[in-house]
C-alpha cells in the first residue's frame, strides 16, 4: 500500500480514506480493531475480473487525521484510494479506471500527503502487531489448557507425587549431613570414606534429572511460561550443578570418593525450599524473606551511615588520646582494642547494640578522652535500640502480613479451616439442643437452649445475634414449619453471621425497586395509567 501512496506523486491525499486491507480472523480483528470499523463490500458489476478479484473487506479510517479539511468544502476534488488503486494498476496494462468505485468516493484530498501517508502506515502497523501478539496469546492459552487437561500433569500435580519428592528432598539432605560428618570422621583418622555414600548421592541426583526431564516432557512451554517457572528455573539450575559434579567426577575416577561433601552439596541443600512451599506457614516466611530483601538492603544502608556518624566523631576523639599518650601505654592499648581504626568502631558500635559486648566495657576508654563521649554512646545505644531496630523490625512484620494477605492458597485454605470450624460449633449447638434426637429443632427446644447465659455467649463468638430469638428461629425457618432441620440451621447460621454486608443491602435495594415496579405496572393495568403527581415511577 505504501508503494502504492507514493507512486501518486503531488497529488492530494484523502482527508478520510477507504483503503483495502487483507481479511484477518474475526476474533483478533474484532479485539485489535480500536481504531478501524470492516465491512464487508461485495464486487460492482462494472467492474473487471481482476478489480473484483482484488477487492478484499475495505476498512474505514474513523481516527481524525493530521492535515484533514471538511469533507463538503468546495474546493477540495475528489479523490478515493480506489481512484489511486486504479491510477496505479494502469501502468500494469489496464487503462481503464473502475467507474462505480469512483462513485464510491466519499472523501476530500488533504494538502498534508507525507504525514497522513507516514501516520496511516503506523496504525497498520500497530494493528498488525496487536493482532500477532493477541494470536501468540490465544494459542499459548489454547496449549496451556491442552496441557493441563492431559493425564501428565495431573500425575506430577498429584498430592502423591508431590509427596514423594518431598521425601526424597528431606532424604538427600539428611544424606548430606551424613555425609559431611563421615567426612569429618575419616578425615580425622586419616582413611577413606565409604563408597556407598557416594553412590546413594549419585541416585538422588539421577533421581531428580529423570523427575525434571519427566516435567519438561509434560508441562512443555507451561514448564518456562507457567505460573511456576522461577522455582522450575531454581531446579534446573540445581540440576544442571549435579550434572557438572557427575562429569567431573568421572573424570577423576575413584577421587569422587575421596569428595563427599562438595561445594554443590550447598545447593543440593537448597532443594528443601521445594518442601517449604507446600507448607502454608513456611512458604510465608519464605516468600517475605524474598520480597523483603530490598528493604532489607535500604535499612542496611540507613542503620550504616548512623553508625559511619557515630564513628568519625569518636575516631576523632580516639586519635588525639593516642597521639598524646606512650603508644605501649595500657589506656591506649584499650583505646586501640575498641576504637583503634574506623572499621573497630564500626564493629565495636555493632557490638553495642546487638549483644556482641556491653557497651560499658567499651565507653570506658572513652572517659580517658572526654566525659561527652560517654554521652554520646548511651545516645547511640538509646536511638538504635529504641528507635531505628524498631522501626526495621515494623517494616518486616507489615511485609509479613501483605505477603499472608497476598498468598491466595494460604488464604484459601485459611478461609476453609475457619468455615469447617464454625460449621463444626455449629453442628455441636445443634446436637446439644436437639434433645429428643428427631434431627430437627422445634420453638421450644431453640428457647429452652438459648436462655442459658452460656449459650448466649457462645452465639455471640459465632458472630449472631440472639436478643430476638423469635425472629432469629423464624428466619432460620425456611420451609415455615415451625421446626428448623440441621441444613436449615447451617444454612442460615452461615447467611446470618456478622453484620449486613454490602452484598445484603444491594439485594434489599434490587427487591424493593422490582417489588415498586410490579405494583406501578399492576396499578396502571387495572386502574389505567396513573398520573405521576399521585404515583411515583421509579
Known amino acids: 500500500m505504501a508503494a502504492q501512496v507514493s507512486d501518486l506523486g503531488r497529488d492530494r491525499m484523502p482527508e478520510r480514506m477507504t483503503v483495502r486491507v ?126 493441563q487437561q492431559s493425564r501428565g500433569w495431573k500425575f506430577i500435580h498429584s498430592a502423591h507425587f508431590q509427596l514423594l519428592v518431598s521425601f526424597i528432598i528431606l532424604l538427600q539432605a539428611a544424606m548430606v549431613g551424613y555425609g559431611a560428618q563421615v567426612a569429618l570422621t575419616v578425615a580425622v583418622k586419616k582413611e577413606m570414606p565409604p563408597p556407598w555414600v557416594s553412590y546413594v548421592e549419585l541416585s538422588f541426583s539421577v533421581f531428580f534429572i529423570v523427575e525434571l526431564a519427566f516435567r519438561i516432557g509434560v508441562e512443555q512451554w507451561c514448564f518456562v511460561l507457567g505460573p511456576e ?65 530490598i528493604s532489607l538492603v535500604w535499612c542496611f544502608v540507613f542503620i550504616a551511615f548512623i553508625m559511619y556518624v557515630f564513628a568519625v566523631l569518636i575516631s576523632f576523639g580516639a586519635a588525639e588520646q593516642i597521639r598524646d599518650l606512650p603508644w605501649k601505654d595500657p589506656e591506649v592499648l584499650e ?55 524498631n522501626v526495621v523490625i515494623g517494616t518486616f512484620v507489615a511485609t509479613v502480613h501483605n505477603i499472608a494477605a497476598q498468598d491466595r492458597d494460604s488464604m484459601q485454605k485459611y478461609k476453609l479451616h475457619q468455615c469447617k470450624e464454625y460449621m463444626g460449633k455449629i453442628r455441636e449447638f445443634f446436637r446439644e439442643a436437639d434433645v429428643d434426637r428427631s434431627g430437627t429443632l422445634s420453638w421450644n427446644e431453640f428457647k429452652t437452649h438459648l436462655a442459658s447465659p452460656t449459650v448466649k455467649a457462645y452465639f455471640q463468638a459465632l458472630d449472631l445475634d440472639v436478643s430476638h430469638a423469635h425472629l432469629l428461629f423464624t428466619l432460620l425457618d425456611e420451609d415455615g414449619n415451625d421446626e428448623v432441620s440441621l441444613d436449615e440451621f447451617l444454612n442460615g447460621c452461615m447467611r446470618l453471621r456478622g453484620e449486613a454486608k454490602s452484598v445484603d443491602l444491594n439485594m434489599l435495594v434490587y427487591v424493593c425497586q422490582v417489588s415498586f415496579e410490579r405494583i406501578f405496572d399492576y396499578m396502571q393495568t387495572k386502574e389505567g395509567p396513573v398520573d405521576d403527581g399521585v404515583a411515583l415511577k421509579p
Open 22 to 147: 487483507p481479511p484477518r480472523r474475526s476474533s483478533v480483528r474484532d479485539r485489535a480493531g480500536e481504531a478501524f470499523s470492516f465491512k464487508e463490500e461485495a464486487p460492482s458489476a462494472g467492474d473487471d475480473a481482476r478489480d473484483a478479484a482484488w477487492r478484499v473487506p475495505e476498512a474505514t479510517c474513523s481516527v481524525p487525521l493530521p492535515g484533514e479539511v471538511d469533507a463538503d468544502a468546495p474546493n477540495a476534488p475528489p479523490t478515493t484510494m480506489n481512484a489511486m488503486n486504479s491510477t496505479s494498476r494502469s501502468g500494469r496494462g489496464s487503462a481503464k479506471a473502475s467507474t462505480p468505485s469512483l462513485s464510491r468516493a466519499n472523501t476530500r484530498a488533504t494538502p498534508d500527503k507525507e504525514a497522513l501517508t507516514w501516520e496511516f502506515q503506523q496504525e497498520l502497523t500497530r494493528r498488525d502487531r496487536i493482532a500477532k501478539e493477541l494470536g501468540i496469546k490465544e494459542r499459548l492459552e489454547q496449549s496451556m489448557d491442552r496441557v
Open 229 to 293: 517457572w522461577r522455582w522450575n528455573a531454581f531446579d534446573s539450575i540445581l540440576v544442571i550443578l549435579s550434572l557438572v559434579d557427575i562429569s567431573n567426577a568421572s573424570k577423576t575416577g575413584n577421587a569422587m570418593i575421596g569428595r563427599v561433601f562438595r561445594v554443590s552439596r550447598f545447593f543440593a541443600l537448597m532443594r528443601v525450599s521445594r518442601v517449604m512451599r507446600q507448607l502454608p506457614s513456611m512458604r510465608t516466611i519464605l516468600l517475605s524473606i524474598l520480597d523483603s530483601i
Open 335 to 389: 583505646l586501640r582494642r575498641w576504637w583503634g581504626s574506623l572499621y573497630r568502631c564500626f564493629v565495636t558500635l555493632f557490638m553495642a547494640i546487638s549483644g556482641g559486648a556491653d557497651w560499658v566495657d567499651m565507653t570506658r576508654p572513652l572517659l580517658l578522652v572526654n566525659e561527652w563521649y560517654e554521652c554520646l554512646i548511651v545516645l547511640y545505644v538509646f536511638l538504635m535500640s529504641f528507635g531505628i531496630l
